[in-house]
C-alpha cells in the first residue's frame, strides 16, 4: 500500500517492520524447553517506520556541506531510491529525474537534536499531556520515553521546518535514573513505533544535581550529592547482581530462574553497551565524579548534556571520548549553571571533543543552526576559528554518533539515508531558512509549498482559524 505523501497524522498509516535487530536489553534467550522461562523479546515494540514516496532527485548549484570534511562550492548531490547516490562537483544522474536548482543556496545533511522532550511535553502544552517526568522515585530506569511520546504534539511539524530529521526524545531530569530514551524520524503517523528509527539504540537518561535534590530532598532523598552518589553507586551494584544471575542461569538453567525486573533490564543493557548513557550534569566536578563511577562499573558515558562547565574538564571528556551536547548561551538559571562561558562549545570543539548543539527547548529546536552560529562567534573572539564543515559537524554528524546512528546519517556521503536540507542562504545567518527538507529521499518540507507543509490533527482541530492562515 502506498502513503500519501503528505496527511494529517491520523491519515499517515506505516505498516512494515524494517528488520532492523534492536540490541536486547538483558540476557538473550538461549534454545529451552518450553517450559523453561524465556528471556523476553528483544524488541517488544518495534519500529513500524517506512520511508515516505520518493522520486530521484538532482540537487545541483547549492554549496554543499558534506559535514564529511568536503565543502562543495556549486556542488551536486543526487537522491535515489532514499539513500544519497552520489556527491560531488559533478555526478552523473539518471535521465528524467527531477532537478532542484539551489544556486545560492547551501545543502546539508538533516539536522539531529540530541536532546528533545517533543511528544512527552508537547507545545504547546497543557498539563494533561506532561509526561516527561516519573517523578515517583529517584530510580526510574523501568520507564520508556516511547510510552509517553504524542505524535500529534505540532512541536515535531515546527522542528522540521527549522530541518530537523532525526531527535532523541528523552525522559526526565527529575531523577537519578529517568528512563530510557527514544530515537524518532521526524515524520507524520499514527503511532510513535511509526517514527522509531530503525536500528538505532536506546538512550539512558541520567542526571545529577540539583534537580533530584530538589525533587527528592524532602521525600526521602537524595538531598545531597553525596546522597546522590550513593543511590546511583547501590543501583549499579543490583544491576550487576541481576547482569550475574541471569548469565548464571543461561549458562545451566539449574534452580528457579530469576524474576524479570524492568529497572535493571535497562541498567544491565547500559553494561553490555546496548543502551547508551545521556547524562545530564552542569557542573565540572559533578561530570568528573560520574566518569570514575562508570569506569567503577564498567560501562561507557556517550553525551554529557547541558554541561555549562564542560570547558573546564574538556580534557577528560576527549580522554574518554564522551561527547558534550550543550547550549550555546544559556545559562545562569540555577547555581549548578552559573559559571559558564560563551565559548562552551568552541574550547570542547578545540580539545578534540565531539561538540553538539543540542535544544532541551521546543523553539530552540527549531533554531539549532542559530544556536551553533552563536558558539561560533564566541569562537572567533577568543581565536578559535570554527571551518563551515566543522559547524554543520555540530548539528549533524556529532549527534548522530552520540545516538549511535552515524553509520546511516549525519553526513552527505553515498550509501547514507538521503536525510538532506536546502537552506535559503548560509546555514548559519540569522536570515537563513530551511527551505526544503528530505527525510530519507522523499520531500517533507518545502518553504514554497504549502501542500508540503505538514499539519497535525491537534492544530487543525482546536485553532481552524490559526491554522489556516
Known amino acids: 500500500m502506498k502513503r500519501a505523501p503528505y496527511a494529517l497524522v491520523l491519515a499517515a498509516a506505516a505498516a512494515c517492520a524494517q528488520g532492523q535487530a534492536r540490541p536486547a536489553a538483558r540476557p538473550a534467550a538461549q534454545s529451552q524447553p518450553a517450559s523453561t522461562p524465556r528471556a523476553p523479546a528483544p524488541t517488544p515494540f518495534p519500529s513500524t517506520y517506512r520511508p515516505f514516496p520518493s522520486t530521484p532527485t538532482l540537487i545541483r548549484g547549492g554549496t554543499v556541506l558534506t559535514a564529511a570534511g568536503q565543502v562543495i562550492p556549486n556542488g551536486q548531490v543526487l537522491l535515489v531510491d532514499g539513500k544519497i547516490a552520489a556527491v560531488g562537483a559533478t555526478v552523473d544522474a539518471p535521465a528524467g529525474v527531477t532537478v532542484i536548482d539551489a544556486t545560492n543556496r547551501f545543502v546539508t545533511p538533516g539536522v539531529i537534536d540530541t536532546h528533545s522532550h517533543l511528544g512527552v511535553y508537547p507545545s504547546p502544552g497543557v498539563q494533561a499531556h506532561s509526561d516527561g517526568n516519573e517523578a515517583t522515585s529517584p530510580n526510574t530506569a523501568e520507564v520508556w520515553a516511547e510510552h509517553s511520546v504524542w505524535p500529534q504534539d505540532p512541536g515535531f511539524v515546527r522542528a522540521l521546518e527549522g530541518g530537523v530529521t532525526t531527535m532523541q526524545i528523552l525522559p526526565g531530569s527529575a531523577n537519578l535514573f529517568g528512563g530510557r530514551s527514544v530515537v524518532l524520524k521526524n515524520v507524520p503517523s499514527r503511532t510513535v513505533q511509526g517514527m522509531k528509527f530503525p536500528g538505532a539504540p536506546y538512550g539512558l537518561k541520567m542526571a545529577?544535581?540539583?534537580?533530584?535534590?530538589?525533587?527528592?530532598?524532602?521525600?526521602?532523598?537524595?538531598?545531597?550529592?553525596?546522597?546522590?552518589?550513593?543511590?546511583?553507586?547501590?543501583?549499579?551494584?543490583?544491576?550487576?547482581?541481576?547482569?550475574?544471575?541471569?548469565?548464571?542461569?543461561?549458562?545451566?538453567?539449574?534452580?528457579?530462574?530469576?524474576?524479570?525486573?524492568?529497572?535493571?533490564?535497562?541498567?544491565?543493557?547500559?553494561?553490555?553497551?546496548?543502551?547508551?548513557?545521556?547524562?545530564?550534569?552542569?557542573?565540572?566536578?559533578?561530570?568528573?565524579?560520574?566518569?570514575?563511577?562508570?569506569?567503577?562499573?564498567?560501562?561507557?558515558?556517550?553525551?554529557?548534556?547541558?554541561?555549562?562547565?564542560?570547558?573546564?574538564?574538556?580534557?577528560?571528556?576527549?580522554?574518554?571520548?564522551?561527547?558534550a551536547s550543550l547550549w550555546a548561551d544559556w545559562w545562569g538559571f540555577k547555581m549548578e549553571a552559573l559559571d559558564f562561558t560563551r565559548a562552551n562549545l568552541p574550547l570542547v570543539f578545540e580539545a578534540g571533543v565531539r561538540a553538539i548543539v543540542h535544544s532541551d527547548d521546543p523553539t530552540g529546536i527549531q533554531k539549532l543552526n542559530q544556536e551553533a552560529a552563536k558558539a561560533i562567534e564566541a569562537g572567533r573572539e577568543i581565536g578559535i576559528d570554527v571551518s563551515l564543515n566543522d559547524a554543520v559537524r555540530w548539528i549533524t554528524a556529532n549527534p548522530a554518533w552520540a545516538l549511535g546512528i552515524d553509520r546511516w546519517v549525519g553526513t552527505l556521503e553515498p550509501g547514507k539515508n538521503a536525510d538532506v536540507v536546502i537552506w535559503s542562504g548560509n546555514p548559519f545567518s540569522v536570515y537563513t531558512r530551511a527551505d526544503q527538507v528530505f527525510i530519507d529521499g522523499a520531500l517533507m518540507y518545502d518553504r514554497s509549498n504549502p501542500r508540503r507543509q505538514p499539519r497535525t490533527d491537534f492544530e487543525v482541530g482546536l485553532f481552524p482559524a490559526e491554522a489556516g492562515r
Open 208 to 323: 545529577c544535581g540539583e534537580n533530584p535534590k530538589r525533587v527528592y530532598g524532602n521525600r526521602g532523598g537524595p538531598s545531597t550529592r553525596m546522597g546522590e552518589m550513593a543511590a546511583d553507586r547501590q543501583a549499579w551494584i543490583r544491576a550487576q547482581q541481576y547482569r550475574d544471575k541471569w548469565e548464571r542461569w543461561d549458562r545451566d538453567h539449574s534452580g528457579t530462574a530469576p524474576e524479570r525486573d524492568l529497572e535493571l533490564e535497562t541498567l544491565v543493557g547500559v553494561m553490555r553497551g546496548e543502551i547508551l548513557v545521556h547524562n545530564h550534569c552542569y557542573r565540572a566536578d559533578e561530570m568528573a565524579q560520574m566518569i570514575d563511577m562508570s569506569h567503577e562499573f564498567g560501562y561507557r558515558i556517550r553525551s554529557f548534556h547541558h554541561g555549562v562547565e564542560a570547558y573546564k574538564v574538556r580534557d577528560l571528556l576527549a580522554a574518554d571520548s564522551i561527547g
